[in-house]
């Protein structure tokens, strides 16, 4: 698992994740060997290898799931467990990427996000806006929290 997305998400929603992720793992075994490794990097760790990891994010998962488990009051619902900052976006600065980048990488860059931009087109989506608030702006915590009020409201109502 990516250490930077450890922590995203509800944990269960974090835990069905990482047995959907097992899942996967195994399937790989069954149907290509378990000493085989992934087609695109023949020198990195093999099927099993790869369920073996997949299995410690299950079980580091189901830990914390049954610490919270052991003091969850029957009254409450799963989705009131504490709100957690998911990130689920990749942003990246045009003056950062201009001077990090060479011009084919930016050229590279700009052709995927088109394809992206085309197909959410293609599936009937909405061309794909946002704001971004970076963290050392005075505006950050407040607008988490706000987003933080309005995911659990939601909750609320739909709970």
């Known amino acids: 698992m990516n250490e930077q997305y450890k922590?995203?998400?509800?944990?269960?929603?974090?835990?069905?994740e990482e047995v959907?992720?097992?899942?996967?793992?195994?399937?790989?075994?069954?149907?290509?060997?378990?000493?085989e490794?992934?087609?695109?990097?023949?020198t990195g760790p093999t099927n099993r290898q790869h369920l073996i990891a997949e299995l410690d994010g299950v079980l580091r998962?189901?830990?914390?799931?049954?610490q919270y488990l052991a003091t969850f009051e029957p009254t409450e619902a799963l989705s009131e467990l504490p709100f957690v900052r998911q990130v689920?976006?990749?942003?990246?600065?045009?003056?950062?990427?201009?001077r990090a980048l060479t011009q084919s990488e930016i050229r590279t860059?700009?052709?995927?996000?088109?394809?992206?931009?085309?197909?959410?087109l293609s599936k009937g989506k909405a061309p794909f806006t946002c704001v971004v608030v970076?963290?050392?702006?005075?505006?950050?915590?407040?607008?988490?929290?706000?987003?933080?009020?309005?995911?659990?409201?939601?909750e609320k109502n739909h709970g």
Not at 134 to 154: C, F, G, H, L, M
């Open 7 to 16: 922590n995203t998400g509800s944990l269960e929603v974090r835990f069905t």
């Open 20 to 35: 959907g992720e097992a899942l996967q793992a195994l399937g790989k075994c069954w149907r290509f060997g378990a000493i």
């Open 37 to 42: 490794t992934q087609p695109q990097n023949p």
């Open 61 to 66: 998962t189901a830990s914390e799931l049954r």
């Open 88 to 98: 689920r976006y990749t942003v990246m600065k045009h003056k950062d990427a201009n």
């Open 109 to 120: 860059l700009n052709s995927l996000s088109d394809k992206v931009h085309e197909w959410r």
């Open 134 to 154: 970076e963290s050392n702006w005075p505006e950050y915590e407040p607008t988490w929290k706000a987003i933080q009020d309005r995911v659990e409201q939601e």
